[in-house]
């Protein structure tokens, strides 16, 4: 499903250069529910954006279903995220002046879905993550673990293999932090999607088949 490669990236601000990531290789099995877990700076969300084709290393390899997403140019990428990735991120990047359902069916506008068609499943999807009840509310008028709901529906709604989640807990109290993980695996179950959860948190990482651990760019590889 994704193999990485000696990946290696180093940010340079024209005075400094630090290697963030420094020769990353490991394997993610379809259907797997992966936590890649590190300190803060560790460069566990830099692995993550490379792996959703947000940001190029600087050299290594990244294949998705067999697409060396590295090789591929901004509108090629572009497509590739349509119809492979899914995102959630820790501060769920919803538009607050637009309902549930309307930020549920924004990629499938980009993505050329007729009105009638879009609306359809996005209605399905929020009812299958629980807001069947909240899809006509408006985005600011939910609680945080309702708008991770709407994140995870949109991510959801394209029909993705892989699901790419940065902290998608780490906004949100104990209670709801559990409720989120419980969907996420149980997303994983239903939907067969292969599950990479970026987190700090050992409570979080406990939930996955493996974790794979970063510490200053370098894979520990104890338990590949």
Known sequence: M??????????????????????ISFEIREGEVIAIQGRSGSGK?????????????????????????????ENQLSLFRQKHVGFVFQQFHLFSNMTALANVEEPLFYAGVRKKARQSRAK???????????????????????????????????????????????????????????????????????????THSDHVACVADRIVRIEDGICDRSNL
């Open 2 to 23: 994704i193999q990485i490669t000696d990946l290696v990236h180093i940010f340079s601000d024209g005075e400094k250069s630090t290697e963030v990531l420094r020769g």
């Open 45 to 73: 969300s830099t692995l993550l954006n490379i792996m959703g084709g947000f940001l190029k290393p600087t050299s290594g390899s990244v294949k998705v279903n067999l697409i060396d997403i590295i090789k591929l140019g």
């Open 124 to 198: 399905e999807i929020l009812e299958r993550v629980g807001l069947g009840d909240r899809m006509h509310h408006l985005t600011h008028q939910l609680s945080g673990g309702q708008q991770q709901r709407v994140s995870i529906a949109r991510a959801l709604v394209t029909n993705p293999s892989v699901i790419l989640a940065d902290e998608p807990t780490g906004n949100l109290d104990t209670t709801t932090e559990q409720e989120i993980l419980e969907l996420l695996l149980k997303i994983n179950q239903e939907f067969n999607k292969t599950l990479v959860i970026v």
